[in-house]
């Protein structure tokens, strides 16, 4: 197992577009974290799905943003009619949850809307 | 709602000690963490503690805490080059589990 994995690392879109990101959880990890970080901030949290139940939503997360984790492993982040404030790092984190608590982060996608 | 602060900016020669320090206002704050970013890299654990501890060490980290005032610091000792990095501080609290960040502390080690 190689940890969490993003893709895409990298996307450029156009103002309007839709866009979505996978995530890959590393295999036993019932934890799947989302959150998202702008340049010279630490990360803010966006969602987070126990196995496939979606537990809870940031404010920042707007009715543009939808989240899935159909079966409990990956995950799919989908931001539509992209707007230049989209522009981030989004990352995705995994964890076993119970009492270890620790979280493991992908490299995350830059998203850049131009 | 919570909050988390850091200073932006540290510079240590090498062999120095670092000294990072956070401020928290969650008293609910179960767990903290400090992370460590290198450019173009995830964020990685460097350790983390339980709210009813007041210091970890783990090699070349301590981890200190004050419960009372809200305040945690991470010491490298023998800080190197490599160690050179924006350290985030985090907090979660038991329920929720996800992570509250500060904004970072930049360390930047000079030879």
């Known amino acids: 197992d190689t940890g969490v994995s993003q893709d895409p690392r990298h996307k450029i879109t156009k103002r309007g577009q839709n866009v979505t990101f996978r995530c890959d959880p590393i295999s036993e990890h019932n934890r799947l974290y989302w959150y998202r970080q702008t340049l010279g901030q630490g990360p803010e949290f966006l969602t987070y799905f126990q196995n496939e139940a979606q537990l809870e939503k940031s404010r920042l997360l707007s009715d543009r943003f939808s989240a899935e984790r159909p079966k409990g492993s990956f995950s799919t982040l989908e931001i539509q009619r992209t707007e230049q404030g989209d522009s981030a790092m989004y990352l995705c984190a995994s964890s076993r949850g119970g009492v270890d608590t620790e979280a493991f982060f992908g490299q995350g996608t830059r998203l850049t809307v131009v | 709602g919570e909050d988390v602060e850091q200073s932006l900016f540290l510079s240590v020669r090498e062999g120095d000690s670092s000294v990072i320090n956070c401020t928290y206002t969650?008293?609910?704050?179960?767990?903290l963490y400090w992370y460590k970013q290198e450019p173009g890299a995830g964020l990685q654990l460097l350790t983390y503690?339980?709210?009813?501890?007041d210091m970890k060490q783990d090699q070349r980290l301590t981890v200190l805490l004050n419960k009372k005032d809200k305040h945690l610091s991470l010491r490298i000792a023998d800080t190197q080059t490599g160690d050179s990095a924006i350290y985030f501080c985090a907090e979660s609290d038991t329920g929720r589990r996800a992570l509250t960040f500060g904004s970072g502390t930049r360390l930047q080690v000079q030879p």
């Open positions: 969650d008293s609910s704050s179960t767990y």
């Open positions: 503690i339980f709210s009813n501890m």
